[in-house]
């Protein structure tokens, strides 16, 4: 089902959800568009700190989740970084919660199921490959 | 019950089943069911509140999830285990949140709960005093009844 054959260069990506599928499609995807899983996290607390150990070059964050949701470990990886490159992910994609996660200081927003093509497009995006 | 706040979860339902499965999925007659629902089998619930307050059950056989899951994994599942509900769970949360979208942008102002799973052949999920609508949804895998109990604020 994932088969994106894109040469770009290689990037470290931490993957951050709550969900195990959702975790290990994104990361079949991400590798089949040449990247390297950095490791993962499933709420937004443990994304703040396996950013600070990590430095992805990379995040795929969940909006919600247990314990602390997306925005907030957005705001907070920010604080610590200005320069992150965050992409949120989430099953509702309404404006006003889009525009949520955008102000947070993420680059991007994606909707599930994301495409694998798609996924692509935004790393090259949020990436500056292209 | 307000039509116009269920057919969106039972369009949203079709279009995400058609994405993440291979094969044509088709719709069946809406039928208005008594509150309280059999389950058989999986049932994933996702309770909404805010202008409108319900639930939207998704059932299906244990065939028919543990098939779903498989295709979704790129991999056979055989039982019941964390993964497989995991990815029934995820499912549920996609077809909702894509119906909960749409009717947020209308105007709406709804929220949906993390979606709860129950496995059973004998489970009852009952709903006092709502209407609940029923739509099967055919997929090469079986059926998955998209229930949804809604009353409107």
């Given at each position: 089902?994932?088969?994106?054959?894109?040469?770009?260069?290689?990037?470290?990506?931490?993957?951050?959800?709550?969900?195990?599928?959702?975790?290990?499609?994104?990361?079949?995807?991400?590798?089949?568009?040449g990247g390297e899983s950095a490791g993962f996290a499933v709420n937004g607390r443990e994304a703040i700190e396996q950013y600070l150990k990590l430095k992805p070059d990379?995040?795929?964050?969940?909006?919600?989740?247990?314990?602390?949701?997306?925005?907030?470990?957005?705001?907070?990886?920010?604080?610590?970084?200005?320069?992150?490159?965050?992409?949120?992910?989430?099953?509702?994609?309404?404006?006003?919660?889009?525009?949520?996660?955008?102000?947070?200081?993420?680059?991007?927003?994606?909707?599930?199921?994301?495409?694998?093509?798609?996924?692509?497009?935004?790393?090259?995006?949020?990436?500056?490959?292209? | 019950?307000?039509?116009?706040?269920?057919?969106?979860?039972v369009s949203s339902a079709q279009e995400i089943l058609a994405q993440v499965l291979s094969g044509r999925i088709a719709a069946g007659r809406v039928q208005l069911s008594?509150?309280?629902?059999?389950?058989?089998?999986?049932?994933?619930?996702?309770?909404?509140?805010?202008?409108?307050?319900?639930?939207?059950?998704?059932?299906?056989?244990?065939?028919?999830?543990?098939?779903?899951?498989?295709?979704?994994?790129?991999?056979?599942?055989?039982?019941?285990?964390?993964?497989?509900?995991?990815?029934?769970?995820?499912?549920?949360?996609?077809m909702t949140g894509r119906a909960v979208s749409l009717l947020n942008d209308k105007g709406y102002k709804l929220r949906v709960s993390p979606p709860t799973m129950v496995?059973?052949?004998?489970?009852?999920?009952?709903?006092?005093?709502?209407?609940?609508?029923?739509?099967?949804?055919?997929?090469?895998?079986?059926?998955?009844?998209?229930?949804?109990?809604?009353?409107?604020?």
């Amino acid at each position: 089902m994932v088969s994106v054959n894109n040469p770009r260069s290689s990037f470290r990506f931490l993957v951050v959800d709550d969900s195990e599928f959702a975790r290990r499609n994104m990361n079949k995807i991400l590798t089949s568009v040449g990247g390297e899983s950095a490791g993962f996290a499933v709420n937004g607390r443990e994304a703040i700190e396996q950013y600070l150990k990590l430095k992805p070059d990379l995040v795929i964050m969940d909006v919600t989740m247990p314990e602390m949701e997306g925005v907030e470990a957005v705001q907070g990886i920010i604080g610590h970084d200005s320069s992150a490159k965050i992409v949120m992910v989430s099953s509702n994609g309404y404006q006003e919660m889009i525009k949520s996660a955008l102000d947070s200081g993420a680059k991007h927003f994606l909707t599930k199921p994301v495409e694998p093509k798609q996924v692509a497009s935004v790393v090259d995006f949020v990436l500056g490959d292209c | 019950m307000r039509y116009d706040y269920v057919q969106p979860f039972v369009s949203s339902a079709q279009e995400i089943l058609a994405q993440v499965l291979s094969g044509r999925i088709a719709a069946g007659r809406v039928q208005l069911s008594p509150a309280r629902s059999p389950g058989d089998g999986v049932t994933a619930i996702v309770g909404v509140t805010g202008d409108g307050q319900g639930r939207v059950l998704f059932e299906m056989s244990r065939q028919t999830a543990l098939a779903i899951a498989g295709e979704m994994n790129d991999e056979p599942q055989a039982e019941l285990g964390t993964l497989v509900r995991d990815t029934l769970s995820e499912l549920a949360s996609m077809m909702t949140g894509r119906a909960v979208s749409l009717l947020n942008d209308k105007g709406y102002k709804l929220r949906v709960s993390p979606p709860t799973m129950v496995a059973g052949d004998k489970v009852m999920v009952s709903t006092a005093e709502l209407e609940t609508l029923t739509v099967p949804l055919e997929t090469t895998h079986g059926e998955v009844i998209v229930n949804v109990a809604m009353a409107t604020l």
